[in-house]
Structures are given as structure tokens and as C-alpha cells.
């Protein structure tokens, strides 16, 4: 299994919703991050775990809450989200982080 | 500040062409630099880092130091090269494996 599986591909909620993004890897990676992704925009770094532990978080509001339950595995908690947070989440995992990154699909979250 | 410059935000070539996608970037410390590709549709995937030195789908980039470059060349453009390229840089001494993207440059190679 070489890749980065992301559910669900959609998602709409509204502002008042609680949802989680998953992300799954099987290659072994211990490194595992999260990106946003607005339309037309590059990819923008939210959060990096190295071995299960957060290493990275970039100034990210607290409406979004990472959780790295194993190394396999990879959630990302929403809770009272903004319509402007609507974008595409992109996860990523790598065998270490000075290592070649592979992404997933990504989520496309719309937030109504 | 920003890192990454690709300052083409589209570019288009008849197939056949060569092409050459732009990107500048702008560090103080050990930068690694990547291009990443993302046909319709489908996920962000790794094309080329400086480091190996290879060619792939025919495509090449050389990090040029002095000039703080690493563009994108390919001598002759095909159809399927049509995509959103990104050129992206990490800090190879980091720990903490942060890519910093361009914006990302739009390539279409008309038939």
C-alpha cells in the first residue's frame, strides 16, 4: 500500500457542526501533516507530527484540533468553523521529516 | 517573507515545444528544493528534488546557486504534461520538515 487514503473527499457542515477529517497511511511513515489548500492557492502547512508527537503547529485557530492516535493514522477535529475555512485539506506522510512527501487526495470542506 | 517565487501564474506551448517553468526562491539557510505536480483531478505528487539529479517524464531542474534558481525544463512539451506545477523548498538542516510552495504555475500544452 503506497498511499495517503483521506475520508471523506467531501464534506459540507455548518458552522455549528463537529466533524473530523481522516487520514491513513500504511508505509511505515512517521511523519504525518496536515496542509490547506484555498482555491487557486498553494498549499499552506497547518501542522507536522513527527512519531505520534506534534512538532509543527502554525499558529492554527483552535477550531481545528489534530489528533495523531497512532502512527498509522492521522484525524483532524473541526468545530465551529467559518465559511473562509472552506478549502481543501491535504494530508501528507513521510518516512522521516527530512523526506520525500507523499499527499493524499485531500477533503474538500465546505462550510455553510 | 516569501521563499518560493514562481512568477508565471499560467503558461501555455504547443506540443512539441520546449518549456520551462520559473522558479526563484530566497533562504539564509541549506534549501532542498522540490517540484510537485498536480494533474486534473488528482493528488499532489512529488516530480523532481534537486538532490537527485534525475530526469523524469523528461523533465529536469538544476539548482543554481548563485542565481537562487530551480526551474523546470523540458525539451519538447506534451499534451499530458498539462497541469499545476509547484516548486517548493525545505529547510534540509529542519526537523521539522515544513515545505514552503510556490503559488504554483498552470500549464497547458495545446495539440
Known amino acids: 500500500d503506497t498511499e495517503v487514503t483521506q475520508t471523506p473527499k467531501h464534506l459540507v457542515m455548518g458552522m455549528t457542526n463537529k466533524k473530523s477529517l481522516k487520514c491513513e497511511q500504511h508505509?511505515?511513515?512517521?511523519?504525518m501533516y496536515w496542509y490547506k489548500q484555498k482555491a487557486k492557492k498553494p498549499p499552506e502547512l497547518m501542522f507536522v507530527?513527527?512519531?505520534?508527537?506534534?512538532?509543527i503547529n502554525e499558529s492554527v485557530p483552535s477550531r481545528f484540533s489534530p489528533e495523531c492516535p497512532n502512527s498509522s493514522l492521522l484525524n483532524l477535529h473541526l468545530h465551529a468553523l467559518q465559511p473562509e475555512d472552506s478549502a481543501l485539506y491535504l494530508c501528507?506522510?513521510?518516512?522521516?521529516?527530512?523526506?520525500?512527501?507523499?499527499f493524499g487526495q485531500g477533503t474538500r470542506l465546505t462550510v455553510v | 517573507a516569501q521563499r518560493v517565487t514562481q512568477p508565471e501564474k499560467l503558461l501555455s506551448v504547443f506540443k512539441g515545444a520546449p518549456v520551462e517553468l520559473k522558479c526563484n526562491y530566497s533562504?539564509?539557510?541549506?534549501?532542498?528544493l522540490f517540484w510537485y505536480v498536480q494533474y486534473s483531478r488528482q493528488r499532489l505528487q512529488l516530480l523532481l528534488r534537486?538532490?537527485s539529479r534525475e530526469s523524469i517524464k523528461g523533465f529536469t531542474a538544476d539548482l543554481n546557486k548563485g542565481e537562487t534558481s530551480f526551474h523546470l525544463k523540458k525539451p519538447f512539451a506534451q499534451e499530458e504534461d498539462s497541469a499545476m506545477y509547484y516548486c517548493?523548498?525545505?529547510?534540509?538542516?529542519?526537523?521539522?520538515?515544513?515545505?514552503?510552495f510556490g503559488r504554483g504555475t498552470q500549464l497547458t500544452v495545446w495539440p
Open positions: 501528507a506522510s513521510s518516512r522521516r521529516v527530512d523526506t520525500e512527501a507523499f
Open positions: 508505509m511505515g511513515h512517521r511523519a
Open positions: 507530527y513527527s512519531y505520534e508527537k506534534l512538532s
Open positions: 533562504y539564509s539557510g541549506s534549501p532542498e
Open positions: 534537486h538532490i
Open positions: 517548493a523548498l525545505r529547510d534540509r538542516g529542519s526537523t521539522l520538515g515544513r515545505l514552503y
